[in-house]
Nanobody, 118 residues
């Protein structure tokens, strides 16, 4: 079965850290563009970070620059989002999306909630 599964979310105090994982099963994630998005109630999904295929170029949104990092582990078929110095405004459900270049249909995970609060 082809799927993406996110994990690692939870409750953390401001200034804390979390590492989110996006594990692919049923396919090899390395040839895919992988993006992390986040969404809060009533708002559209916001692109947070992206990783080109095969561990190429990565980028993050200005709102998280210097705090979040995206990385891959090919052997674990996993893409991570390391989130440091978390702020209350980072509270959201975080989703990963995998898109194969030249293919129209991406895979989405089910999301993992992150709450930053004291």
């Amino acid at each position: 079965q082809v799927q993406l599964v996110e994990s690692g979310g939870g409750l953390v105090q401001p200034g804390g850290s979390l590492r989110l994982s996006c594990v692919a099963s049923g396919f090899a994630i390395n040839p895919y563009i992988v993006n992390w998005y986040r969404q809060t109630p009533g708002n559209e999904r916001e692109l947070v970070a992206g990783s080109a295929p095969f561990g190429g170029v990565t980028n993050v949104a200005d709102s998280v620059k210097g705090r979040f990092t995206i990385s891959r582990d090919k052997d674990r078929n996993t893409v991570y989002l390391q989130m440091n110095r978390l702020r209350p405004e980072d509270t959201a459900v975080y989703y990963c999306k995998a898109t194969r270049p030249g293919h129209p249909c991406p895979f989405w995970g089910q999301g993992t909630p992150v709450t930053v609060s004291s």
